[in-house]
T-cell receptor, first 112, second 109 residues
Framework: IAGITQAPTSQILAAGRRMTLRCTQDMRHNAMYWYRQDLGLGLRLIHYSNTAGTTGKGEVPDGYSVSRANTDDFPLTLASAVPSQTSVYFC???????????FGDGTRLSIL | GQNIDQPTEMTATEGAIVQINCTYQTSGFNGLFWYQQHAGEAPTFLSYNVLDGLEEKGRFSSFLSRSKGYSYLLLKELQMKDSASYLCAVRDSNYQLIWGAGTKLIIKP
């Protein structure tokens, strides 16, 4: 079934540890995005990629990094996790930056 | 700064009609999206408006007034499965989406 796959579904992580959230799409979408969703706040953009080989910073990029080596994969890395990074993380993709975004099922991350 | 305002929560009755409002102040405007998000699930696309007026899609309609910085989502013939959060998002001058915090819609029998 075509779509976006995120892994893991959920994770509990000790502060200071490194963690990579995986995101893979098989729709050949050019644009991909990482958001975090916190209670009472709108989705906030962390990083984005308009096409393979390029990335950009969103509204809340500090403490996160991304790479886009190919069209399908867009991993998000927390170099040294902190409790304020506890959140639900959504990966999304779109055919272009003026098209609707399609979302993965999310990763629930708790940093202790 | 950029801001999207939506009511936090609304309650409606099964079979009725409900209107969810969204007002925005953003740096530029390149379209407005509505998404539905059931609890614990991913947002799913509902509608897109870039020109003023009403877009109808089955039981759901979305309206836009760019001069007023205003949109609404109209849900008709409400069903229990429509209980969800409804997210308003505006694409700004950088083509990035600015998201509202969402409106939680509770449907009562």
């Amino acid at each position: 079934i075509a779509g976006i796959t995120q892994a893991p579904t959920s994770q509990i992580l000790a502060a200071g540890r490194r963690m990579t959230l995986r995101c893979t799409q098989d729709m050949r979408h050019n644009a991909m995005y990482w958001y975090r969703q916190d209670l009472g706040l709108g989705l906030r953009l962390i990083h984005y990629s308009n096409t393979a080989g390029t990335t950009g910073k969103g509204e809340v990029p500090d403490g996160y990094s991304v790479s886009r080596a190919n069209t399908d994969d867009f991993p998000l890395t927390l170099a040294s996790a902190v409790p304020s990074q506890t959140s639900v993380y959504f990966c999304a993709s779109a055919t272009g930056d003026n098209q609707p975004q399609h979302f993965g099922d999310g990763t629930r991350l708790s940093i202790l | 700064g950029q801001n999207i305002d939506q009511p936090t929560e609304m309650t409606a009755t099964e079979g009725a009609i409900v209107q969810i409002n969204c007002t925005y102040q953003t740096s530029g405007f390149n379209g407005l999206f509505w998404y539905q998000q059931h609890a614990g699930e991913a947002p799913t696309f509902l509608s897109y408006n870039v020109l003023d007026g009403l877009e109808e899609k089955g039981r759901f309609s979305s309206f836009l007034s760019r001069s007023k910085g205003y949109s609404y989502l109209l849900l008709k013939e409400l069903q229990m499965k429509d209980s969800a959060s409804y997210l308003c998002a505006v694409r700004d001058s950088n083509y990035q989406l600015i998201w509202g915090a969402g409106t939680k819609l509770i449907i009562k029998p």
